[in-house]
């Protein structure tokens, strides 16, 4: 069974940083790409940023391009998204995503699994 247990999510002033976490099991995480996408409000769904644990390619939202960083600790199953220089509209719900097909991008708006959101929310 695929699980996704995300971790991190808070509230910061607006500037600030955060790192949220995802660890995964119950499937070949090296063979997958995982990342994030958020929700907030009345809004799309919006993908922030995905990895390919296979070879390391990325994908980022352009509203995050610069102040956020993912990275993936494959002997850990465990993705980890920087989040820097935040903003008020960051705020959201943050859902660790994960799949085996395609690439990153694909993953951050189509992948099948994700877990559990968690709540960030910047203050201005």
């Known amino acids: 069974e695929v699980q996704l247990q995300a971790s991190g999510g808070g509230l910061v002033q607006a500037g600030g940083s955060l790192r949220l976490s995802c660890a995964a099991s119950?499937?070949?995480?090296?063979?997958?790409?995982m990342g994030w996408f958020r929700q907030a409000p009345g809004k799309e769904r919006e993908g922030v940023a995905c990895i390919s644990a296979r070879d390391g390619s990325t994908y980022y939202g352009d509203s995050v391009w610069g102040r956020f960083t993912i990275s993936s600790d494959n002997a850990k199953n465990t993705v980890y998204l920087q989040m820097n220089s935040l903003k008020p509209e960051d705020t959201a719900v943050y859902y660790c995503?994960?799949?085996?097909?395609?690439?990153?991008?694909?993953?951050?708006?189509?992948?099948?699994?994700r877990g559990q959101g968690t709540l960030v929310t910047v203050s201005s």
């Open positions: 119950g499937f070949s995480y090296a063979y997958y790409s």
């Open positions: 995503v994960g799949d085996s097909q395609l690439g990153p991008n694909w993953v951050c708006h189509h992948g099948r699994f």
